[in-house]
């Protein structure tokens, strides 16, 4: 039994100590209460003899109520003390509440939060996994053991189902011409072979099925079902043979959905696309992320809570790699404007196969390295490992030529 010693409680310090104490039972207690025997004693804003360590309380239960605070506190923020010399309830809070993406910040074209703005940029960098370091160094001096399962888990977006199958023939001849156009002859003849009875290069899904199974990966498929669109280019949704191929290809396997761009327009959209996908699944679907990562605090975790999500896979980067709410970890998404905990649940991701290669511009070679670094890092610090590649990208392929030994590094080290 751990007991914090505070005069304060609020939903706000009961999440941060629910999760950077996760397995372990602790209770809120009082200033002059009865500390019940045999508790490990941490103070949180007052002094005692039978405290193990002591953290400073800032004005933590109060500043989030106005944004203005809010910024004062991240100013506060910006240094980060050695361990014991900072709220670190207060910290812990602010990177699991995703406080940054609430301030008046500066979005891409997409509309989403940007890396660039999240206080750890002023720490030790996106890479480092605090909540992390910080459980660790709090179990420690507590005296306590780490008893947590790490999980390593594979998840891929399915934006494209396949290349070239299941399109009408006149797609096939306009994507030919348009192929030639634009000179990519890999994909004029990798066409003609599909057309032919070859096998479509996005259809990788028994490939990395096997793949995760031998190196004992978990492993999610999110799938885009939606009205084609700029940004949502897949299968069409008349496709009746490609859809029933996919999801027989999907079988036995976990797998979500995708929710589009468009869609956070028109909501009747998401609700279209969900519907669609539990049919083909005959169960609710519980598992979602994003595509593009397109999410905005409260709205986007909100609308997923409504159609009875329970799990949103979007949070990490979409343009570079590192730790969002600087954690590797699972946690519930706490509603910073209710004030409230929610039942969703964030499961971050380190880094995305199209952040290393198109945004962060790494050669293979470059990303295998950067991976490599990643993984050893979070093993150290035990946390979980977990990524998100493309059905499309994991096949050495065309722009993809290379990159499966990238991904080779990402299952096995
Ligand atoms: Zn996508």
């Not at 045999?38 to 500043?63: M, Q, R, T």
């Not at 595509?291 to 949103?312: C, F, N, T, V, W």
Request: charged share 25%; hydrophobic share 40%; proline share 4%.
């Amino acid at each position: 039994m751990i007991a914090i010693l505070s005069n304060i409680d609020t939903p706000r310090l009961r999440h941060a100590l629910g999760f950077l104490l996760e397995g372990f039972s602790f209770d809120l207690v009082a200033e002059n209460a009865h500390i019940p025997p045999g508790a490990k004693v941490i103070g949180y804003g007052l002094e005692s003899n039978d405290a193990l360590v002591h953290f400073p309380c800032l004005d933590f239960p109060w500043w989030l109520d106005e944004r203005r605070e809010m910024i004062n506190y991240r100013n506060a923020l910006t240094a980060l003390p050695a361990f014991g010399e900072f709220d670190l309830f207060g910290y812990a809070f602010y990177l699991l509440a995703r406080c940054d993406e609430y301030l008046p910040n500066a979005h891409d074209a997409h509309g989403r939060f940007l890396s660039v703005d999240c206080i750890q940029n002023q720490w030790s960098g996106l890479g480092v996994a605090y909540l992390e370091e910080w459980r660790g160094e709090l179990l420690a001096v507590l005296g306590l053991t780490e008893a947590r399962q790490v999980q390593q888990q594979l998840t891929v977006d399915i934006d494209s189902p396949f290349a070239f199958q299941y399109k009408s023939p006149l797609k096939q001849i306009a994507g030919l011409i348009r192929d030639v156009m634009r000179f990519k002859w890999d994909w004029v003849s990798r066409r003609i072979q599909v057309i032919w009875g070859g096998d479509d290069p996005y259809n990788t899904y028994s490939w990395i099925r096997n793949r995760c199974s031998e190196v004992q990966f978990d492993l999610i498929y999110f799938v885009l079902c939606a009205k084609r669109g700029k940004w949502d280019r897949g299968m069409e949704l008349d496709q009746e043979s490609g859809w029933r191929t996919l999801f027989s290809l999907l079988h036995d396997s976990d797998w979500g959905w995708h929710p589009s761009v468009e869609g956070h327009q028109n909501e009747s959209l998401f609700c279209d696309e969900l519907e669609r996908l539990k049919s083909a699944k005959g169960e609710k679907i519980v598992s979602a992320r994003f595509h593009y990562l397109k999410q905005s605090m409260p709205d986007s975790p909100r609308k997923l809570l409504a159609m009875g999500i329970e799990k949103d896979f979007s949070m990490g980067f979409p343009d570079t790699v590192g730790y969002r709410a600087g954690t590797s970890r699972p946690f519930f998404w706490f509603d910073w404007e209710k004030g409230c905990v929610t039942n969703l649940v964030l499961v971050p991701f380190w880094g995305m196969d199209v952040a290393l290669k198109n945004y962060m511009q790494l050669n293979p070679e470059q990303a295998v390295v950067q991976i490599k670094e990643a993984r050893k890092y979070i093993e150290g610090c035990k946390g979980d490992w977990r990524m998100i590649w493309h059905n499309e990208s994991v096949n050495d392929w065309s722009e993809w030529k290379g990159w499966r030994k990238v991904f080779e590094k990402f299952l096995k080290q």
